[in-house]
Nanobody, 126 residues
Framework: EVQLVESGGDLVQVGGSLRLSCEAS????????IGWFRQAPGKEREGVSC???????YYTESVKGRFTISKDRAKNTVYLQMNNLKPEDTAIYYC????????????????????WGRGTQVTVSS
């Protein structure tokens, strides 16, 4: 079965850093793209950063210059390095997977990927 497992969420101070991990199994890693989504209390889910066709990297405007998405093919794992964290980054972070052709659209808020992890909590406190 397809599985996506997130890890790395924690409670951190404003300005701190975290690295989230998403380990994938149950499908061919090379045939899919993986991205990161988040949902803050009282807000809609939003795409944070996603790989798409040709390994294009999408970032939502609010995290540009602070977050970096990367992957390790040997480990079937995608990472999200988060620096200079702000209180508004507080959310449950999910990784999700779908075909590369479509994930960019989902990341931009148009539709939903087919496979999801259970999420990991990130809390940024002053």
């Amino acid at each position: 079965e397809v599985q996506l497992v997130e890890s790395g969420g924690d409670l951190v101070q404003v300005g701190g850093s975290l690295r989230l991990s998403c380990e994938a199994s149950g499908f061919n890693f090379a045939d899919y793209s993986i991205g990161w989504f988040r949902q803050a209390p009282g807000k809609e889910r939003e795409g944070v950063s996603c790989f798409s066709s040709n390994d294009y990297k999408y970032y939502t405007e609010s995290v540009k210059g602070r977050f970096t998405i990367s992957k390790d093919r040997a480990k079937n794992t995608v990472y999200l390095q988060m620096n200079n964290l702000k209180p508004e980054d507080t959310a449950i972070y999910y990784c999700a997977a779908d075909h590369p052709r479509y994930l960019l659209y989902y990341c931009a808020g148009h539709g939903s990927p087919g496979y999801w992890g259970r999420g990991t909590q990130v809390t940024v406190s002053s």
